[in-house]
């Protein structure tokens, strides 16, 4: 389950990179959302929701990652929240906010990646 948990850690990071800079370009193209920007945005959020189950699941089983590690966790479910609330807000620019809001996430995803084993 570790080494699924570390695999798709980096799955996710390189997922939700590719899908920030994809929504970035079509924003800056002015192409609207199409289904396969849709399917790349869903696959990020599948790809880190996935990811932090496992990461709940093996803390479950008494592994340490370490708090700062924990922490990245925690705000990439709390970006993903944010994103869900202001889901209205998102309709207007969708590109532009996705792409934002992933490459936000691959950010974290990497410093949670880094920050494995260390404590505050």
Same mark, same amino acid.
């Given at each position: 389950?570790? &080494?699924?948990?570390?695999?798709? !850690?980096? %799955?996710?990071?390189?997922?939700?990179?590719?899908? !920030?800079?994809?929504?970035?370009?079509?924003?800056? &193209?002015? #192409?609207?959302? *199409?289904?396969?920007?849709? %399917?790349?945005?869903?696959?990020?959020?599948? %790809?880190?929701?996935? @990811?932090? !189950?496992?990461?709940?699941?093996?803390?479950? @089983?008494?592994? *340490?990652?370490? &708090?700062?590690? $924990?922490?990245? =966790?925690?705000?990439?479910?709390?970006?993903?929240?944010?994103?869900?609330?202001? #889901?209205?807000?998102?309709? #207007?620019?969708?590109?532009?906010?996705?792409?934002?809001?992933?490459?936000? $996430?691959? =950010?974290?995803?990497? #410093?949670?990646? +880094? +920050?494995? =084993? @260390?404590?505050?």
């Amino acid at each position: 389950m570790v &080494s699924i948990h570390t695999w798709l !850690g980096w %799955a996710a990071v390189i997922v939700c990179g590719l899908s !920030g800079v994809t929504g970035l370009f079509y924003h800056f &193209s002015r #192409r609207g959302p *199409d289904r396969i920007f849709k %399917a790349v945005v869903s696959l990020s959020v599948v %790809a880190m929701v996935f @990811q932090v !189950g496992i990461g709940l699941l093996l803390f479950a @089983q008494d592994l *340490d990652p370490g &708090s700062i590690h $924990m922490f990245y =966790g925690i705000v990439i479910l709390l970006t993903l929240t944010f994103v869900y609330i202001y #889901r209205a807000q998102f309709e #207007r620019r969708p590109t532009l906010y996705w792409g934002l809001a992933l490459l936000f $996430m691959m =950010g974290l995803g990497l #410093r949670g990646i +880094s +920050s494995f =084993g @260390q404590s505050f």
